[in-house]
Each structure stands twice: as structure tokens, then as C-alpha cells.
């Protein structure tokens, strides 16, 4: 079974609302980070919250972690429809060596 | 910024023929890892290395080796292709003992095997 899981699966917004998109994992991590792909293309990362932080802003993000309840979220505000793509979570098992990707969040934004 | 490079961009064979998948890590990064990404798929997870030494295995079949070489680029062979084994290939680097973990992602080779 998958370590990271996406949740929700696609999410369609209109310009100017905010997304947010959650991850849950399963086993203990050293930190867990958030990609981001367009349709075919490489993979680009976005934000990296190691286990001891709870939260952490970049421009128009912001990611949580709550290692109790082994999840996480990201949160994209004021949305453009430049922001349509796939967002993966990936976590770390094996301190740096192993990263596990969950299914994703497949994000439209409506202009 | 000198990004993660990855050759070839495209790569089409036959059946049962082998590929060649090279990787050329950021510059003074120390671990390289391989991700197979189907098509819909996340990615998965194949191999990693750290300082030329194979750090650790995901879900790589036994007919793909990869080897990272003295100038850290790496390597990923496939053998006896498989129409199965038509995906994204990427490969990434980190610099994890600087402690900094982030993965860098190539633009990937996309492998259709026919």
C-alpha cells in the first residue's frame, strides 16, 4: 500500500479561491515534501517541512504537518489558473535515501 | 542554476531491446535517485545511491541495474524491455549530507517501448 496518499483526488476552483490539499502517510518520516507537475513534465518542488515543524509559508503557500495524525496539507490562496497541475506529497523513509509519492491531487483552476 | 540533466529527452525500442538512461546530478550533490512515473501513475521509486554506493531499493525489477560512476553521474539500464515499462523515467539529487534532503527532479526521459 501507498506510504502517501492524496486526498482529494481532483479539485476544480475558480481564479482567486483558495485549494487545499491534504496528504496522509503512514509510517514516521524525517520530513515530507510537496511537488508539483505539469500534465507530462518534470516534477518541481515546492516545500520541504521537516517532522519537528508544524507549519510553513512560501509566497501563496502554506503547508502544514501534524505527525500525530500523520498528515499534512498545502494550501494554495488566491489561485491562478497558472496553478493548474498535479500535486504530489513524497516523505521521506530512510533519511534521504527513499521517498515515497502518494497519487497526487489533480488541480484545475477556472479562469 | 545548473538544474539536474537527464539524457536521452525521448526514447523509443522495441521489445526485449535494452535502454540506456543517464543522469547528471546538481553539481556537488552526493545522492541521485531514480523514479518510474506511468502514465495517470505517481511516481515510484526505484533506486537511490549515495556517494557512488547503492543507498537503497524500491520497486526496481531485476532486468533494470543503475550504477552511479566516479564523476556521480548515474546510469539506469533496462533489459529485456517490456511494453509495461513504457513511462516517465526521472531522476533527481540531493545534497543529503549537507542536510538539505530536497530533491531536485530532471525534465525525466520518456521510455515507449512498442
Known amino acids: 500500500s501507498q506510504q502517501g496518499e492524496e486526498d482529494p483526488q481532483a479539485l476544480s476552483i475558480q481564479e482567486g479561491e483558495n485549494a487545499t490539499m491534504n496528504c496522509s502517510y503512514k509510517?514516521?518520516?524525517?520530513?515530507l515534501q510537496w511537488y508539483r507537475q505539469n500534465s507530462g513534465r518534470g516534477l518541481v518542488h515546492l516545500i520541504l517541512?521537516?517532522?519537528?515543524?508544524r507549519e510553513k509559508h512560501s509566497g501563496r503557500l502554506r503547508v502544514t504537518l501534524d505527525t500525530s495524525k500523520k498528515s499534512s496539507s498545502l494550501l494554495i490562496t488566491a489561485s491562478r489558473a497558472a496553478d493548474t497541475a498535479s500535486y504530489f506529497c513524497?516523505?521521506?523513509?530512510?533519511?534521504?535515501?527513499?521517498?515515497?509519492f502518494g497519487p497526487g491531487t489533480r488541480l484545475s483552476v477556472l479562469p | 542554476a545548473a538544474g539536474v540533466i537527464q539524457s536521452p529527452r525521448h526514447l523509443i525500442k522495441e521489445k526485449r531491446e535494452t535502454a540506456t538512461l543517464k543522469c547528471y546530478p546538481i553539481?556537488?550533490?552526493?545522492?541521485v535517485y531514480w523514479y518510474q512515473q506511468g502514465p495517470g501513475q505517481d511516481p515510484q521509486f526505484l533506486i537511490s545511491?549515495?556517494?557512488?554506493?547503492?543507498?537503497d531499493k524500491g520497486s526496481i525489477p531485476d532486468r533494470f541495474s543503475a550504477q552511479q560512476f566516479s564523476d556521480y553521474h548515474s546510469e539506469l539500464n533496462m533489459s529485456s524491455l517490456e511494453l509495461g515499462d513504457s513511462a516517465l523515467y526521472f531522476c533527481?539529487?540531493?545534497?543529503?549530507?549537507?542536510?538539505?534532503?530536497?530533491?531536485?527532479f530532471g525534465p525525466g526521459t520518456r521510455l515507449t517501448v512498442l
Open positions: 533527481a539529487s540531493s545534497s543529503t549530507g549537507g542536510g538539505t534532503d530536497t530533491q531536485y
Open positions: 509510517t514516521s518520516i524525517n520530513n
Open positions: 517541512i521537516r517532522s519537528n515543524e
Open positions: 513524497a516523505t521521506d523513509v530512510n533519511y534521504g535515501q527513499n521517498f515515497v
Open positions: 553539481p556537488r550533490h552526493d545522492t
Open positions: 545511491f549515495y556517494e557512488k554506493m547503492q543507498s
